[in-house]
């Protein structure tokens, strides 16, 4: 079956940085895409990686491991707004999107 | 610039009782989904179109159905609500669809079901 896996919650402090694992197993790989959720609303688009490597955008940075079924989601200067959800999705050879469950980031002050 | 537009954004409904929810996009997509999301779980997709007049099945189409009669209006028909369907509903866009390069989505605002 196919698998997208990101932990449930993290807790980081304002100001700090935090990264968020997401591994996968799906068949076929044709991309990896990280977005953002707040609480009550629709997901936006964070970041793309389709090619091993860093991406960097900002204070978001994804990196992405085909070989090792991997990516992170880099967060920098952490700020209150940065609390959300972030979903992981890969998608596979039939161009499907496979969603993780998220990542819930509660940022302290 | 509307984007995706979605309503309800809530609505209960009895078992059994039927409903459509309603989604449009001015942003000349070719691609629209219809998305489901229950806690703790990922996305799952119900339906997408590639094109008016073309539909086709996604991972949950069980107890749903749609239709794409324009670019624009990619509705999703629920019949005989079940308790199952409970659940925050996305409809989603892109422009490019597959194999041409990233196609990030962009969502409606989503509609919270719950069926008593």
């Known amino acids: 079956g196919q698998n997208i896996d990101q932990p449930t919650e993290m807790t980081a402090t304002e100001g700090a940085i935090v990264q968020i694992n997401c591994t996968y197993q799906t068949s076929g790989f044709n991309g990896l895409f990280w977005y953002q959720q707040h609480a009550g609303e629709a997901p936006t688009f964070l970041s793309y990686n389709v090619l091993d490597g860093l991406e960097e955008k900002g204070r978001f940075s994804s990196f992405l491991s085909r070989s090792k079924g991997y990516s992170y989601l880099l967060l920098k200067e952490l700020q209150m707004k940065d609390s959300a959800s972030y979903l992981c999705a890969v998608r596979d050879s039939n161009y499907q999107l496979i969603w993780g469950a998220g990542t819930k980031l509660i940022i302290k002050p | 610039n509307a984007g995706v537009t979605q309503t309800p954004k809530f609505r209960i409904l009895k078992i059994g009782q039927s409903m459509t929810l309603q989604c449009t996009q001015d942003?000349?997509?070719?691609?629209m989904y219809w998305y489901r999301q229950d806690p703790g779980m990922g996305l799952k997709l119900i339906y997408y179109?590639?094109?008016?007049?073309?539909?086709d099945k996604g991972e949950v189409p069980n107890g749903y159905n749609v239709s794409r009669s324009t670019t624009e209006d990619f509705p999703l028909r629920l019949e005989l609500a079940a308790p199952s369907q409970t659940s925050v509903y996305f409809c989603a866009s892109s422009y490019e669809g597959q194999g041409t390069g990233y196609e990030k989505l962009f969502f409606g605002s989503g509609t919270q079901l719950s069926v008593l």
């Open positions: 942003m000349n997509h070719n691609y």
């Open positions: 179109s590639v094109g008016a007049g073309i539909t």
